[in-house]
């Protein structure tokens, strides 16, 4: 079955302890893409990677670290996390068509609470 | 800068139609219309490009005026299962930022029997 897999759904923790959430996707697409969704700001763009290595900001990447090392794996890293990043996080993934551009494959979710 | 997404939210009785509109500030490249029902993941519905194309499928369409760097998306007939929130994500033109996506804040669909 086609998906995009996020690790953990769910994840309460403190500040300043690093946290690491899994992205992977059995689809064999180029592009991945991390955003976070809060109430009334819709969803928000982290970083994207437009292949293995190849990596770029996206509206909020302040706080956030990202690696593409394989092609079906892309990691959201905190640092050291702050209350401001409890939010709700989802990856997406997508083939990079010029010609019908990306049309994202989105995760379940990942629902982190940052004490 | 995000687009904005009007109208925040509608209400409407199945068979009722509907339109959203977003409407960007900057110079668009593509047009992405997504819907999220409660508690679940974002789905994809349809991208648009420049060339003021109009895509549909089923009773839901879309249009892109990319001189104005609006786009408007069209439920006919409307069935409860189109309930849900619809986001418009946005490509700019020109630059390098060849991945970046800007989402609007989101029009909230309620449909009822």
């Known amino acids: 079955e086609a998906q995009v897999t996020q690790n953990p759904r769910y994840l309460i923790t403190v500040t300043g302890k690093k946290l690491t959430v899994t992205c992977s996707q059995n689809?064999?697409?180029?592009?991945m893409s991390w955003y976070r969704q809060d109430p009334g700001l819709g969803l928000r763009q982290i970083y994207y990677s437009m292949n293995v290595e190849v990596t770029d900001k996206g509206d909020v990447p302040e706080g956030y670290k990202v690696s593409r090392k394989e092609k079906r794996n892309f990691p959201l890293i905190l640092e050291s996390p702050s209350p401001n990043q409890t939010s709700l996080y989802f990856c997406?993934?997508?083939?990079?068509?010029?010609?019908?551009?990306?049309?994202?494959?989105f995760g379940d979710g990942t629902r982190l609470s940052i004490l | 800068q995000q687009p904005v997404q009007s109208p925040q939210a509608v209400i409407l009785r199945e068979g009722e139609d509907a339109v959203i509109n977003c409407s960007s500030s900057k110079a668009l490249y593509s047009v992405h219309w997504y819907r999220q029902k409660h508690g679940e993941a974002p789905v994809f519905l349809m991208i648009?490009?420049?060339?003021?194309e109009q895509k549909g499928h089923d009773k839901i369409s879309a249009s892109f005026n990319e001189k104005k760097q609006q786009s408007s998306l069209y439920l006919t007939a409307s069935q409860l299962s189109y309930s849900g929130t619809y986001f418009c994500g946005t490509r700019n033109a020109g630059g390098t930022s060849y991945g970046k996506l800007t989402f609007g804040q989101g029009t909230i669909l309620t449909v009822h029997p």
């Open positions: 997406a993934s997508s083939f990079i068509f010029r010609a019908n551009g990306l049309t994202q494959h």
């Open positions: 648009l490009l420049k060339g003021g």
């Open positions: 689809m064999n697409h180029e592009y």
